[in-house]
């Protein structure tokens, strides 16, 4: 079982910045895709940016030219850099690991990110 940690949520005023890490506890080389997703209140869990192990990015419409997503596969871990934030951007964010052949899929527990003045 891996598990995956997030970390570096919390509450930011329009226009500010925050770095959220994701650390995992074995090699994220092994997975195809590593990706950040997020829930608001209300709404659908929805991808917000993913990379591949090959380093290709994807990015949800409402954050792109904003948030920028990044691997270091020496230290398991995947960064999400959001600039530029604002109150929409308000949700859970949720770390996920996806291993397509092996057929393994995991989450972690989520961070919130809060963005209001």
């Known amino acids: 079982q891996v598990q995956l940690v997030e970390s570096g949520g919390g509450l930011v005023q329009p226009g500010g910045s925050l770095r959220l890490s994701c650390a995992a506890s074995e090699s994220i080389f092994s997975f195809n895709f590593m990706g950040w997703y997020r829930q608001a209140p209300g709404k659908a869990r929805e991808l917000v940016a993913s990379?591949?192990?090959?380093?290709?990015?994807k990015y949800g419409d409402s954050v792109k030219g904003r948030f920028t997503i990044s691997r270091d596969n020496a230290e398991n871990t995947v960064y999400l850099q959001m600039n530029n934030l604002k109150p929409e951007d308000t949700a859970v964010y949720y770390c996920n690991a996806l291993d397509i052949i092996a057929r393994r899929d995991y989450w972690g527990q989520g961070t919130q990110v809060t963005v209001s003045s």
């Open positions: 990379i591949s192990s090959g380093g290709s990015t």
